[in-house]
């Protein structure tokens, strides 16, 4: 079928039946539907050629991937977030196009996209405290949206972001509750802005409590298994170790807890761990019971709620126009999790 059997079939012109497919909001929010049931009932697909020819758009988003695999998006959470923004592409009839570029190639990729007209707009992934790219892209004139926020950035942008500093001082003071004093930080690479404010979450958390905060049983790494299970490796061995742990992500927590468990103890009694936890599609914390205690947020939502975010700023086609939202992660209680453990556990511990 196409817009023109479409459009007869609805009784409608074929100038409001595209628009109600590609969201202009001068249309009718019961039109809107009425069109939409009906496409999706025929199995209506429309022509990406002649849709690019009529608004003069290229119908495309980019993602400027760096190779390196000190990128706090080279994981399983970047998946979900393609994942999700592909299905917001896909629902307003626009491509994807990933560009894996070396780091020393990131800023000219951003500039042949620009010069090339081959993109409408690009999506920032892994912000730092001080972000480069936002300021490059504002000069280019190229819509974009991070995901994520940049701290020191003063000029307005777009973004979607998860309150991680709220998000990991609720987890901290969760662990208080709980009666723990020693709680190790495992976070991920500090230059990046979710991981400075999960860390200043963390240790505003205990300055609040008055516990002064111990470089000792803090890092800052890569969010991966063999970081989890090293970095707590070497907690364990010092002479007052964690009895809880915080990890800023679902592997990081899976390696916290084989270095744990290889000392011969129980996770939740002798040991507590709170993970931050992205819901991810393909990698669930546990079934209807999580495993972890977490604080969850789905990025495959993020991804799905940015793509939409970065479409409606290029089809408004206005410069001024800067969305953003900012959304709280829940605190989803597990098994990982309990009081802190009466009797002290170096001895076990430093086995």
């Not at 393909?282 to 019971?289: I, K, M, S």
């Not at 410069?319 to 309990?338: H, I, K, N, Q, R």
Request: proline fraction near 5%.
């Amino acid at each position: 079928m196409n817009l023109r059997e479409l459009s007869e079939l609805l009784g409608l012109s074929q100038t409001t039946v595209s628009r109600a497919l590609n969201g202009y909001p001068e249309v009718k929010e019961a039109t809107r539907a009425r069109v939409m049931e009906a496409a999706r009932a025929h199995d209506y697909r429309p022509n990406p050629r002649a849709k690019s020819l009529a608004t003069g758009r290229t119908m495309s988003i980019a993602h400027v991937i760096p190779l390196s695999n000190q990128h706090e998006m080279v994981n399983a959470v970047f998946a979900d977030f393609i994942a999700g923004a592909g299905e917001s592409y896909a629902e307003r009839g626009y491509d994807m196009r990933l560009s894996v570029v070396a780091d020393a190639d990131e800023t000219a990729a951003y500039r042949r996209l620009a010069e090339s007209g081959s993109v409408d707009g690009v999506i920032v992934h892994g912000p730092t405290v001080d972000e480069p790219r936002i300021a490059l892209l504002h000069e280019l004139g190229l819509p974009f949206v991070v995901h994520g926020r940049s701290s020191n950035c003063r000029t307005p942008y777009s973004w979607l972001d998860v309150n991680n500093r709220s998000a990991f001082q609720r987890a901290t003071e969760f662990l208080l509750d709980l009666g723990h004093t020693r709680i190790g930080l495992l976070n991920g690479i500090e230059a990046m802005d979710f991981a400075m404010r999960r860390r200043l979450g963390y240790t505003g958390a205990l300055e609040a409590r008055g516990i002064e905060p111990d470089p000792q049983i803090m890092r800052a790494s890569e969010m991966t298994e063999p970081f989890g299970f090293e970095a707590t490796h070497q907690m364990m061995k010092i002479g007052d170790p964690p009895t809880a742990f915080l990890a800023a992500s679902f592997l990081v927590a899976l390696g916290i807890r084989r270095a744990v468990e290889e000392r011969g103890l129980t996770i939740g009694k002798d040991v507590s761990i709170i993970c931050f936890d992205d819901a991810l599609s393909y990698f669930p914390n546990g079934g209807r019971t999580p495993i972890f205690t977490a604080t969850r947020s789905s990025v495959r939502e993020a991804g799905r709620a940015a793509g939409r975010m970065l479409i409606d700023k290029i089809e408004a086609d206005d410069p001024t126009l800067f969305p953003t939202e900012l959304w709280e992660a829940d605190l989803v209680v597990g098994s990982s999790t309990g009081p802190a453990p009466h009797s002290s556990i170096s001895a076990k511990a430093r086995r």
